[in-house]
């Protein structure tokens, strides 16, 4: 080969890389990203590619301790992805910018799962709703955020106990009071939450309130051993708008968790990590 064809193909494959055209520059999209109840951004420099939600969240945890994040539509439409690394693999919650909109993700490579288009609020879970924090749970042994000693497995992974007559709920009535055994539990039918943990078998609390003589109540209040409370009212009471689930994990506590249908997807809208008492609210 000659001089002047090497010179010629050296010329040609420089003018060729100086054609490559330069990648986009991102773009300032408006998006408000939450942690917890604490906005840490306003908007979010975006490209066709998405970007870990992470690096667009100042002082946010490692992913690994994330309970949820929830992306909002303009129309308050709500998506939750519970435990994303947890539950979701290698899929990474991210934002691209698609027709000028940011859209919220899990991405696997250069590819977005799951979308929501557009998407104008994120909200990074890392507290549950007493406000337990969820690196500090992850501190402790066997937890990994958001776990009650079971770490970042399913519930339903490795030996579980048995509802015993030792596990006693206090039912509190007007001046009656009375307590509910947990070895009447095992008649109930069993259910499964309706997102996260979809596998580990539970009861839905309406039968549990049932066996425990509370059927008829309007409203209810339950308290954990710590102090801790929930009301349930109204509609936490309609099957269709609401899923009251209750679990018994590992440690032998009883775990509630209520789930709130928004649109088409459900999302966890309370939480007790222990049940000690449970009170009917006097009509008013």
């Not at 945890?61 to 129309?75: G, Q, Y």
């Not at 709130?260 to 009509?283: D, F, N």
Request: glycine content about 12%.
């Amino acid at each position: 080969m000659s001089r002047r064809i090497v010179i010629g193909c050296v010329l040609a494959l420089a003018a060729c890389k100086k054609a490559a055209p330069p990648p986009p520059a991102p773009v300032a999209a408006p998006v408000a990203i939450f942690l917890d109840d604490r906005e840490v951004a306003t908007s979010a420099a975006l490209t066709v590619k998405p970007r870990a939600l992470v690096g667009m969240a100042p002082g946010a945890p490692d992913p690994e301790v994330w309970l949820a994040v929830i992306a909002l539509d303009p129309s308050g439409k709500a998506t939750t992805v519970m435990a994303p690394a947890r539950d979701h693999g290698d899929l990474v919650p991210s934002l691209a910018l698609v027709d000028g909109a940011a859209v919220f993700g899990m991405a696997r490579g250069d590819a977005l799962e799951n979308t929501v288009s557009p998407v104008v609020k994120v909200i990074i879970k890392t507290k549950d709703d007493r406000g337990a924090i969820a690196a500090e749970l992850a501190g402790k042994p066997g937890g990994h955020g958001g776990g009650d000693g079971d770490g970042h497995q399913h519930d339903g992974a490795g030996q579980r106990p048995a509802p015993s007559a030792d596990l006693v709920i206090l039912i509190k009535s007007g001046k009656d009071e009375a307590r509910f055994t947990g070895d009447k539990l095992a008649p109930l039918p069993t259910v499964t939450a309706p997102v996260g943990d979809t596998e580990t078998p539970g009861w839905n609390f309406v039968d549990v309130l049932a066996a425990a003589g509370l059927g008829g109540a309007k409203a209810v209040n339950l308290t954990d051993s710590e102090g801790a409370s929930l009301r349930l009212e109204g509609a936490d009471f309609d099957p269709a708008q609401t899923v009251l689930y209750i679990k018994l994990n590992r440690s032998g506590q009883l775990r509630f968790r209520r789930f709130g249908k928004q649109g088409a997807t459900w999302t966890m809208t309370g939480e007790l990590r222990g049940i000690a008492s449970i009170a009917v609210v006097p009509a008013s």
